[in-house]
């Protein structure tokens, strides 16, 4: 533990947790992309594999997406508990451990990615009872969009017992000073990286610094309980971090600590051992909303099988807003593309493709208040039998997909980052599919290791 006090760094639910990173770190094999990325595309993993072959790699420690249905899957879990002990020396191998002594850390972390943008992101330890994933919570980590609950428990089992954590989880912090992850990477940049090196697959390079001293962690404290006073509510309550990535993997880390915080209460556990336990912790990476590096991207709807106009004249009743024809696709998108709360819609009329923008006077974020209203069409008598939903990254492919027959392609406006967490303290979490942070490729890859079980 460190020398020196951090009880008012936790008393906000963060904290400094011991770091595992590998002994001479090739960073081009041990680190891979999130396991919930290129879940329909086998290729990839294929040649995640060709990468990391014959390596340490952190491949080796998680369970892609791809392969969750996989009729293999139990025996891929087991051995992924068998290499995690190995790695750490502890299973047939002992005494073959990958990981350096733990080090007692935060990391400022700077990713470059291929998109040309610099990312910076600041790697901690949050306490689970912090967060709350179900809609309305006053807590202090909140969930973004909507969480599904059937898609915990396939990824309880493979947390449950892990000896090993690593994370893919970045929580957004509403601080337009800048003041936790820009300045902390100001402090300690001036020091000797614990690792630099490029990415595979696409993934760019990435740089990471220790956050350690007395000095360093009291300004971390310092910006925290400062964003802290700026994001309090009236009843007392402090929004303090939104889940951007990895919704799913944090409500599942929660699921656990749930579940083994009972065992340990039924096991007459003390205190003071239900407040340290490692299952009660997860590691995220810290990332400023107002980050130039960190890109909104809209999700846009497509409609199948469905009547256009009726579609059209419901949304603008129940949105309160003025429809009107654009002269070709390309007014339609920048006409988008540069509001706040405007839709566009392209579908085929009669054998002519049309071009129609919905003006609204929304103010908190457009999809919070639009796919409320598809749903609700879509469950209704004006809906056609067999309407479907698709949800589509990129407007060219929304606008093609809105030339064939019977279907309407939806433009939704660019993610607004001042009323991201209004919007969601307000109004819950937003629902499914609101939003993507960034490409693909720039998504958070697995580095920074923690012991868990």
Request: glycine residues 6%; aromatic residues 8%.
């Amino acid at each position: 533990m460190k020398n020196f006090d951090t009880t008012k760094l936790e008393s906000f639910g963060i904290s400094v947790p011991e770091i595992l990173l590998p002994k001479n770190i090739d960073i081009k094999s041990w680190s891979v992309i999130a396991c919930d990325q290129y879940t329909q595309d086998l290729d990839y993993w294929k040649q995640v594999e060709k990468n990391a072959e014959g390596k340490p790699s952190t491949l080796n420690l998680i369970l892609p997406e791809v392969y969750l249905n996989s009729p293999d899957k139990k025996e891929r879990i087991e051995k992924i508990r068998k290499t995690m002990k190995e790695y750490l020396g502890e299973g047939e191998s002992s005494g073959s451990c990958v990981f350096e002594a733990p080090r007692e850390c935060m990391i400022y972390i700077e990713r470059k990615t291929a998109f040309g943008r610099t990312r910076k992101g600041l790697v901690a330890q949050i306490d689970l009872e912090t967060y709350e994933w179900k809609p309305f919570s006053t807590a202090n980590i909140r969930a973004t969009e909507a969480t599904i609950v059937e898609r915990i428990p396939p990824r309880m089992e493979i947390r449950k017992g892990a000896p090993l954590e690593l994370p893919h989880i970045m929580l957004l912090v509403n601080d337009k000073e800048d003041l936790l992850v820009g300045k902390t990477g100001s402090l300690v940049k001036v020091k000797k990286p614990l690792y630099d090196g490029r990415i595979m697959c696409n993934g760019g390079e990435i740089t990471g610094w220790a956050v350690e001293t007395e000095d360093e962690i009291e300004a971390v404290t310092k910006a925290v309980s400062g964003i802290a006073e700026k994001n309090r509510a009236a009843d007392g309550s402090t929004f303090l971090f939104a889940v951007g990535d990895g919704n799913h993997s944090l409500a599942t880390a929660k699921a656990v600590w749930d579940e083994y915080k009972n065992e340990l209460i039924k096991n007459n556990a003390t205190e003071e051992e239900i407040k340290n336990s490692r299952v009660r912790f997860a590691l995220v990476e810290i990332v400023n909303i107002y980050d130039e590096g960190l890109t909104f991207e809209p999700i846009h709807r497509v409609i199948f099988n469905v009547n256009s106009e009726a579609l059209i004249n419901y949304l603008a009743e129940k949105l309160g807003g003025e429809v009107r024809e654009t002269a070709d696709k390309a007014e339609l998108e920048n006409a988008v593309k540069n509001s706040k709360a405007d839709f566009g819609f392209s579908f085929n009329e009669n054998g002519k493709q049309k071009y129609v923008l919905l003006k609204t006077k929304i103010s908190e974020l457009a999809v919070a208040r639009l796919q409320p209203e598809i749903d609700a069409f879509l469950k209704s008598e004006k809906s056609a039998a067999g309407a479907e939903i698709d949800y589509i990254h990129g407007t060219e492919e929304v606008l093609k997909l809105g030339e064939k027959s019977g279907a309407v392609g939806i433009l939704l406006p660019p993610i607004m980052k001042d009323s991201f967490f209004e919007t969601i303290s307000g109004r819950g979490p937003l629902p499914r599919k609101s939003f993507s942070m960034g490409e693909a490729d720039e998504k958070r890859f697995y580095l920074e290791c923690r012991k868990l079980f």
